[in-house]
């Protein structure tokens, strides 16, 4: 499981009780029948709009038109209010103090709205909403009025930047999303130095948090989900004390560079439990990276997911998928074959079918290579299977394909 996803979970608990209330009666149980243009099988309660969005924006990001009825769905979440939350089963029935919205939700489902084009009424709401809420450190917390911390702000700084806005000009109390992302970065000449932390602990410490320096880094430089894939810097990246954001971004790209250099991808640490691969954390650590320049220095973490994160989205769903489809366009590899799978027929399956796709995407091996699962057949005598066969001949059949040159671990 996606660490951040918990945290949301968590964190809806945690308003629920604060509140003295109950979750909104619009959210559904697990057996409740799911729309059909939604996204994935699994129970909606804490994540439909989240994974809708990371979905929809996947498929713009490789040129992919989604279906009317996948978008339709999405901006049907939408509370009078401009808010989102996480699922409202019944998107007829008008959003009330029951229901739970969030920036998280909210600011997902403006990157995606926005990056698709024709829903200007809507992701304009949902940004006044958002600037509505901000903290007076200029960053947002989960919940409205929530302590700030730097997933919400960055997937907030995202958000204003995918509407065109300029985040570091949506300011509270005299503080922009930059001042408390700034805030949370932790001086190179201490332990994790270059590194973000998610939120001071109660004593005022930072530490050390992947998956938030990972979404630091993106929102740091202003953009959002997708990154933006840039020229390569020749330098490798090291820490310098600063309070320009293009530092702190350079600071950050050097803690996960060196997080990644033992096992090629990031690890997920939570209490009590055995220390994990974290596949989702280490695919937004890819974007980060190369949006910072420095995407070169993420290819090992790329190839490690190409070979190992094919099971893990299987099981996570369209959410997963979206995160390895954007770890795979940033870092100039190819979705439709990541280790073997067209990660965008993989997408398609769990919702509905695209408007359309384009040409150039289209799969280019003989007919019977891709299996229906997303996977390549290695039965038949396309041009993949014969390359493999030398492949096995040359190397040894343990790197049959080697792939091309990409959440919250909490301390």
Request: with cysteine; glycine share 14%.
């Amino acid at each position: 499981m996606n660490v951040r996803r918990s945290a949301t979970a968590l964190a809806v608990i945690a308003v629920t009780l604060a509140g003295g209330g109950q979750a909104s009666a619009a959210s559904p149980s697990p057996s409740a029948a799911l729309p059909a243009g939604l996204y994935g099988t699994g129970d909606p309660t804490y994540d439909g709009v989240w994974r809708q969005s990371l979905a929809l924006l996947a498929q713009d990001t490789v040129g992919v038109k989604p279906a009317a009825a996948a978008v339709e769905w999405l901006a049907g979440q939408q509370c009078a209010s401009g808010a989102f939350a996480p699922f409202r089963a019944d998107s007829g029935t008008a959003c009330d103090a029951k229901t739970l919205v969030d920036t998280n939700s909210t600011g997902a489902a403006v990157q995606a709205l926005a990056a698709l084009g024709g829903q200007d009424a809507g992701v304009g709401k949902a940004v006044a909403w958002l600037k509505s809420v901000q903290n007076t450190d200029g960053g947002w917390g989960y919940a409205a009025g929530g302590a700030s911390d730097t997933n919400s702000t960055s997937v907030v700084v995202g958000a204003l930047a995918a509407a065109g806005g300029k985040p570091g000009e949506v300011t509270k109390g005299g503080k922009s999303p930059y001042d408390l992302l700034l805030k949370l970065a932790i001086p190179c000449d201490a332990t994790g130095g270059g590194a973000f932390a998610y939120q001071p602990d109660k004593k005022g410490k930072l530490a050390a948090n992947d998956d938030a320096t990972a979404a630091a880094v993106v929102g740091v430089l202003g953009k959002g989900f997708a990154g933006e894939a840039v020229k390569p810097s020749g330098t490798a990246p090291a820490c310098s004390d600063s309070d320009d954001p293009g530092q702190a971004a350079r600071n950050g790209a050097a803690h996960l560079v060196q997080a990644l250099a033992k096992d090629k991808h990031l690890t997920s640490a939570l209490a009590g439990a055995k220390d994990q691969p974290d596949y989702g954390n280490t695919a937004d650590a890819v974007v980060a990276l190369a949006t910072a320049g420095q995407g070169q220095r993420a290819a090992d973490a790329l190839r490690w997911l190409e070979a190992s994160a094919g099971p893990w989205a299987k099981e996570a769903g369209p959410a997963a998928y979206a995160q390895l489809i954007l770890a795979a366009h940033a870092g100039s590899a190819d979705p439709r074959d990541f280790g073997g799978q067209d990660l965008m027929t993989l997408l398609d399956a769990t919702g509905p079918a695209p408007a359309s796709v384009p040409a150039s995407a289209s799969p280019t091996r003989a007919a019977g290579d891709i299996d229906k699962d997303g996977t390549i057949d290695d039965t038949g005598f396309g041009t993949l299977w014969i390359v493999g066969v030398f492949l096995v001949a040359g190397i040894g059949i343990g790197f049959l394909i080697s792939g091309r040159n990409k959440r919250k671990q909490q301390s």
